[in-house]
């Protein structure tokens, strides 16, 4: 009997570890390779450029272009690339820099009446610089579509002045 209250008497199992945090890792994509198409400016507003390269234009171009862009706010060369300086550095306190693959649909931002490309956002590729916490926050994102876009690098690896 003794032997059975033995075995009773410890009904314990040992607990399970508790699970560790689960991080996430974002990873962005190389910096390209191929050299950045020539764009020009289309539109300019108080807050924002728009940008229309070739109709044909591949995403990597587009990323080239925005890298430049990127290139340009950290060494304040935005004459360089036909972009007016001056309008970057009065930005109060967002710019808003929009690529388009050629010019049919570039004005949906701004244009009166219906959009000429109809409802949804047509661009290729967005930069921002600034935000309202952060003058310096600059955005690089390729566009695939309304619902999907590629961050090319980290925005809160703020732009140094």
Known sequence: MT????????????????????????????????????????????NSLTLVTADNASDEQ???ILWQIHDAARTHSFDALHLPQKFIDKRDPIVFIHIYRGSKCAA????????????SYHAAGDYTLGSFKDPNRDDGVLLHDENHQTELWNPDQAVSH
């Open 3 to 46: 032997l059975l209250i033995g075995t009773l008497g410890c009904n314990s199992t040992p607990q399970p570890a508790p699970p560790k945090p689960v991080t996430h890792t974002i990873t962005y994509p190389p910096r390209p390779t191929v050299p950045p198409p020539p764009f020009k400016l289309f539109h300019q507003t108080d």
């Open 108 to 119: 949906e931002k701004y244009a009166a009446g219906e959009p000429p490309c109809g409802g």
């Open 62 to 64: 587009i990323e080239s």
